[in-house]
T-cell receptor, first 115, second 109 residues
Framework: DGGITQSPKYLFRKEGQNVTLSCEQN?????MYWYRQDPGQGLRLIYY???????QKGDIAEGYSVSREKKESFPLTVTSAQKNPTAFYLC??????????????FGSGTRLTVV | RKEVEQDPGPFNVPEGATVAFNCTYS??????FFWYRQDCRKEPKLLMS???SGNEDGRFTAQLNRASQYISLLIRDSKLSDSATYLC??????????FGTGTRLKVLA
């Protein structure tokens, strides 16, 4: 079955550490995205990538980095520069035909907690 | 003005009731519209796309009003299992979606 796999499901980070969240899809989607969700709030876009080796900053990119070396993979690194990283992180993918989108498929998320 | 706006609720309704949510969007060039459902501590899941002519999927009906720039979701015969947060989503340019903050629905026994 096609889908998006995020790992780990839960991640604990010490102050000052960098951590990397994994996101893999086998849907053959060109576009991939990272969102952050804080309790009781909406989804905020961190980074997105339309094609391999290209990505754009979203609304809250500071303190995060990404890479897109393969179509299937879009890992997110939460760096020590991110001052408040505790949140629910969601990866998604999508296909577009011009400006017409067909909706996202989401992974099941990674819950990151700073300890 | 936010690009996509929703009433956060909560909407508390009895089982069997009909409930409707609206969502307004600011980008008149938006091409695609969706409703997603998100359960507590889970990822959002696509509920339905919204087409210009309106569309129905069982107890759920979605409408698009381009002139007034809003979309709506109607749920008939509410079930306890419909309790969730409903997210309105539209496109912003190419390859980018904008989410509303969601409307919380609680169906009461």
């Amino acid at each position: 079955d096609g889908g998006i796999t995020q790992s780990p499901k839960y991640l604990f980070r010490k102050e000052g550490q960098n951590v990397t969240l994994s996101c893999e899809q086998n849907l053959n989607h060109d576009a991939m995205y990272w969102y952050r969700q804080d309790p009781g709030q909406g989804l905020r876009l961190i980074y997105y990538s339309q094609i391999v080796n290209d990505f754009q900053k979203g609304d809250i990119a500071e303190g995060y980095s990404v890479s897109r070396e393969k179509k299937e993979s879009f890992p997110l690194t939460v760096t020590s520069a991110q001052k408040n990283p505790t949140a629910f992180y969601l990866c998604a993918s999508s296909i577009f035909e011009g400006a017409l989108g067909y909706g996202y498929t989401f992974g099941s998320g990674t819950r990151l907690t700073v300890v | 003005r936010k690009e996509v706006e929703q009433d956060p609720g909560p909407f508390n309704v009895p089982e069997g009731a009909t409930v409707a949510f609206n969502c307004t969007y600011s980008n008149s060039a938006s091409q695609s519209f969706f409703w997603y459902r998100q359960d507590c501590r889970k990822e959002p899941k696509l509920l339905m796309s919204v087409y210009s002519s309106g569309n129905e999927d069982g107890r759920f009906t979605a409408q698009l009003n381009r002139a007034s720039q809003y979309i709506s979701l109607l749920i008939r015969d509410s079930k306890l299992s419909d309790s969730a947060t409903y997210l309105c989503v539209t496109t912003s340019g190419t390859y980018k979606y904008i989410f509303g903050t969601g409307t919380r629905l609680k169906v009461l026994a």
